[in-house]
């Protein structure tokens, strides 16, 4: 991800500490028009940002303070955003009524943001994030340094000594994503949504916090007497609104809508087309023909919008891609989705770095009830719910693997759902649903074209958020608000058949078919029968077997100073399937990258004599 660099001590700024942050800032120069820079230098403390020269940051002084932000912030203007800054910088390092005062800032700036405050006099630093994290945000401090960065690299190249942290490389491995603030670094941290971290200097010592300031109650329901069509014309104002917000930023050229035939992308591109013309749809299909069917609904979905429509036919994906992903994302992206990369090269080469990329990320997890798909009432049971719907690989298969004890993970899941604000054990689950997998598996995937240019999607606006969570949920089961929204909407898009069901929003029977799916998709009937053919892995390449084979050969040598049991692995691939194997050898990459010195060093995203053909 680009942007972010900041470290800071309590010690005088010297030559040492800027070459360090230097070195470190080239691990982050992913393409030739990348370039480092440093926005704000004093006494302990450096604050930067690697980026493309497009990309969304601006820097500020009042007083004493310096202000950086990075992102884009959407319902306020420029001239008065600078001010909402300005009084934000003079509040925050006060401590009465502070995280009151914050809260608040945040809740009404509504984007996708970091902020850094600086003072210059006390040493004090101030990092918070937009309601949600949008951003995702790595940190690591103790009493001699606090860095952040946008990217763990960055913090793993200031660490003179630093280790793999295991169980939250197993939590990947059995769930896709590290849960919590872990990931695949034991020294690294992941920054909570609406973060506030504060940082003084108390001597020779730093003193740093971090603290969340919405608690994210889903308990937290609409109590008013509304229709279900009250809901939904709700639903339509406040979509058509965050979204003409995002699609009329001065600084951006072109809103490029990424649409399919699913109900998501579709709701997004209705609401864009009510906004601006300056709106173009773009759709693909891989090199072996797999998405045509949305292709060519996508297609009908852009014509009844009168929206442009362009096809995108990805090339292959090569081993490098897999390699590529991995490394810009610290492992954090599974490399199933490294078809994304060759796709995302094409769209930069269309319409360049000033477009924005948009998105149906989100919708399913605000509007419908993506929690269990049964009913609890224990900790116990929830837990073990948890564990059967979200696995790709067997929990305790994972921690085999990565040489952990019986029960780890089982214990670490439950001491992250304990912590959640709510009761009700069901709406744990929801909370899981949205800020495990959306947070730290979604966020993660969508900060990946950010990579080549902005990315958004007004689902994750916090207006729609408060708006679609507080729904009672008697109203979202079997998507039934979510068709209602899709067709008060769009009626004549709602027409058009959606690809995974082959059923269009408006007929009757949806609800009915998603009452199936339901049922055939609990954890007993999944297990019994259809796992083996869901489970089937994206567009991306696995593995080769000698690949596979070559690098458990290697931890066979490494012996106890491998990452994994060369022995455990073994037993894991007999029988793995093709998304636990690509799932797999996402860790095994980042290990390999990272012993082979490969990891960290100047990766290009563009091929540099293609990308210069391509800007002339």
């Known amino acids: 991800m680009p942007g972010l660099t900041c470290c800071s001590t309590p010690l005088a700024e010297s030559q040492a500490l800027r070459q360090r942050f230097d070195e470190a800032q080239t691990t982050m120069l992913h393409a030739p028009d990348y370039s480092a820079r440093i926005d704000i230098a004093r006494a302990g403390c450096i604050i930067g940002h690697v980026a493309y020269p497009e990309y969304p940051v601006q820097v500020f002084t009042s007083g004493t303070q310096d202000i950086y932000l990075e992102g884009r912030i959407y319902n306020v203007r420029a001239a008065a955003l600078e001010s909402d800054l300005k009084l934000l910088a003079d509040r925050v390092f006060k401590a009465t009524g502070r995280s009151e005062f914050v809260r608040n800032w945040i ?175 773009v759709t693909y299909v891989n090199a072996e023909g797999r998405g045509e069917k949305d292709a060519q609904l996508a297609m009908q979905i852009a014509k009844i919008l009168e929206m442009p429509c362009e096809f995108v036919r990805i090339r292959p994906v090569r081993p490098e891609d897999e390699e590529r992903l991995v490394s810009l994302t610290d492992g954090l992206n599974y490399v199933s989705m490294a078809y994304n990369l060759p796709f995302m090269e094409e769209v930069v080469s269309r319409w360049g770095r000033r477009a924005a990329y948009l998105t149906g990320d989100g919708g399913p997890q605000i509007i419908s009830l993506k929690g269990l798909r049964t009913t609890v009432q224990s900790m116990d049971r929830l837990v073990e719910e948890i564990i059967g719907e979200r696995s790709i690989l067997p929990i305790t298969v994972a921690e085999d693997v990565m040489g952990l004890g019986p029960g780890t993970l089982t214990d670490e899941l439950r001491n992250v759902v304990s912590k959640y604000p709510e009761s009700d054990f069901n709406q744990k689950g929801a909370h899981f649903a949205i800020f495990e997998r959306g947070r730290r598996w979604g966020f993660e995937g969508e900060d990946r074209a950010r990579f080549y240019m902005w990315q958004t999607s007004p689902f994750y606006s916090y207006p729609f958020y408060r708006c679609g969570t507080r729904i009672p949920d008697r109203f979202k089961r079997d998507n039934k608000m979510y068709r209602l929204f899709q067709i008060k909407l769009s009626p004549s898009g709602s027409r058009i058949p959606d690809a995974s069901t082959g059923i269009p929003p408006s007929s009757p029977l949806l609800p009915y078919a998603y009452r199936l799916k339901r049922y055939l998709l609990t954890p007993h009937n999944f297990r019994r029968s259809l796992k083996p053919f869901v489970l089937r892995g994206e567009f991306g390449r696995s593995p080769t077997p000698e690949q596979a084979l070559s690098y458990v050969h290697e931890l066979e040598l490494l012996g106890e100073g491998s990452l ?53």
């Open 107 to 281: 809740i009404e700036h509504d984007g996708e943001y970091v902020v850094v405050i600086a003072d210059r006099n006390t040493q004090e630093i101030a990092i918070l994030t937009d309601p949600l994290g949008r951003l995702p945000v790595y940190y690591h401090f103790d009493e001699t340094s606090l860095i952040v960065a946008r990217e763990c690299k960055f913090i793993l190249s200031f660490l003179r000594e630093w280790e793999f942290d295991r169980i939250g490389c197993a939590q990947f491995l059995w769930a896709g994503y590290p849960l919590g603030r872990r990931t695949h670094f034991a020294d690294v941290s992941a920054a909570p949504s609406a973060m506030l971290l504060l940082s003084s200097v108390d001597g020779h010592r730093l003193k740093t916090s971090v603290s969340t300031l919405i608690d994210f109650n889903l308990e937290d329901k609409e109590t008013a007497s509304k229709t279900p069509d009250q809901y939904a014309s709700e639903l339509v104002e406040t979509i058509v609104s965050t979204t003409a917000d995002r699609a009329r930023h001065p600084d951006v050229t072109t809103n490029v809508i990424s649409l399919s035939g699913g109900w998501d992308s579709r709701i997004i591109a209705t609401a864009l087309a009510r906004s601006t013309r300056r709106c173009v749809a």
């Open 564 to 616: 994994m049991g060369g022995a455990a692995v073994r037993r894991m691939l007999a029988s793995a399937n093709k998304t636990q194997y690509a799932n797999w050898w996402t860790v095994a990459l980042l290990d390999k990258l990272i012993r082979n010195g490969k990891y960290g060093s100047r990766t290009h995203v563009f091929d540099r004599e293609q990308h210069q053909a391509r800007a002339s």
